[in-house]
Structure formats: C-alpha cells, structure tokens
T-cell receptor
Framework: AQSVTQLDSQVPVFEEAPVELRCNYS??????LFWYVQYPNQGLQLLLK??????LVKGINGFEAEFNKSQTSFHLRKPSVHISDTAEYFC?????????????FGKGTKLSVIP | DAGVIQSPRHEVTEMGQEVTLRCKPI?????LFWYRQTMMRGLELLIY????????DSGMPEDRFSAKMPNASFSTLKIQPSEPRDSAVYFC????????????FGEGSWLTVV
C-alpha cells in the first residue's frame, strides 16, 4: 500500500513570488506520481505527472515538479504565481505495475495568492 | 471531447431519502472510479469498475452505498437511506484509451443531507 503526505495544509504567498508545495510519498514498489489542481467549486484537473524518464516534469500553467526517488518526494514549484493560481493542490500516487489503478491522494494544500 | 459528466451538480436531501448520483465517463475509457471528498478524510476511492465490472469496492463505507455500471457510458452511485454524515462531494473519474495512465475527473456532485 502507498501513502502520500502533503506537509502544508495552507500556503499563503504574494503575487509574483515563487512557491513550492511539498509532497512526500511512501511505497514499497515503484510508482507514478501526479499533481492535480482543484479550483473553487470545481473538479480536479491534472497539472502534471511523472511516469518515467526525466525527473523534472513540466505541467500546465507554468508549474513543474521534480521527482526525487531517494527522498521519496515530488514537490511542485512555480517561479512566479498569479492570483488565478489560488486553488487547492493534490499530490497523488499509484503503483506503476500492471493492474494497479488506484490513485492515493494527499490531503491537499490550499494555495492562497495575495495581491 | 466532452469530459466526465456528472449529475446532479448539487443536491440537498433529507435524512433517510434515497440519493442517486450519475456519471457518464469519457467515451472509450474502460475504467471508472467513484471518489468521495470530505474535509476530514480528503479524497477517498469508493469503488472502481473495469469494463463495467466492479473490481474493488473496499472503499464503500457501508451497505447503504451501492454502485452500478450497466453499460460503458453510464454509472450510478446510490445511497439509501442517506445520513447527514454522507454530506460530501462525490467525484466520478475515468481513464483508458489514449489517456493512458491519466485519470480524468468530473466536476463533482455536491451532496448535502440535512
């Protein structure tokens, strides 16, 4: 079984400042990693994913994340945030083996961008 | 392409009533998932189907919850009888076809049981 820990439940940041949302996972097997974003009163939208290959993954809206196997982390970053980035962000993990389709989510991090 | 479509978007019902949530997955997707989101527990997988067959329902909280997928383009999640603690956002999601490993979510059904 795998688990996901998002260390910060809320992150306030000023507009145009950089941000990092932290995610650590636990799994006994190799995994795929995902970041989803949920805007107020909306569903979840995929931001980016790591399946294999380069450990630096670029996603939509200027976000990127780096997979660090030794630290079992998959932190999400953006060099300059915008008001429209205010949302809740979820890190998720699933086993990479065939037949493994269950996504395990972290509790989410609410990003508040302050004008 | 239309995304995952859920209905109703919002429902307020009285305790004891039956609630039926509906989902239309993305065409061509062969996996369908039902998730529940609450403040206390975050996002939890309730059940998922592959080719219309329930594969894992271990996340279904109790017998009051049931889910069906009569065909590839439709699924329901039913709560009978409903209780206030069932108040949550219920998400349907699907994957398959060209989407590969990505799971796509619907916009959710906001359920309030009073």
């Amino acid at each position: 079984a795998q688990s996901v820990t998002q260390l910060d439940s809320q992150v306030p940041v000023f507009e145009e400042a950089p941000v990092e949302l932290r995610c650590n996972y636990s799994s006994s097997v190799s995994v795929y990693l995902f970041w989803y974003v949920q805007y107020p009163n909306q569903g979840l939208q995929l931001l980016l994913k790591y399946l294999s290959g380069s450990t630096l993954v670029k996603g939509i809206n200027g976000f990127e994340a780096e997979f660090n196997k030794s630290q079992t982390s998959f932190h999400l970053r953006k060099p300059s945030v915008h008001i429209s980035d205010t949302a809740e962000y979820f890190c998720a993990v699933r086993e990479s083996g065939a037949g493994s389709y269950q996504l395990t989510f972290g509790k989410g991090t609410k990003l508040s961008v302050i004008p | 392409d239309a995304g995952v479509i859920q209905s109703p978007r919002h429902e307020v019902t009285e305790m004891g009533q039956e609630v039926t949530l509906r989902c239309k997955p993305i065409s061509g997707h062969d996996y369908l998932f039902w998730y529940r989101q609450t403040m206390m527990r975050g996002l939890e997988l309730l059940i998922y189907f592959n080719n219309n067959v329930p594969i894992d329902d271990s996340g279904m909280p109790e017998d009051r919850f049931s889910a069906k997928m009569p065909n590839a383009s439709f699924s329901t999640l039913k709560i009978q009888p409903s209780e206030p603690r069932d108040s949550a956002v219920y998400f349907c999601a699907s994957r398959g076809g060209s989407s590969g490993n990505t799971i796509y979510f619907g916009e959710g059904s906001w359920l309030t049981v009073v």
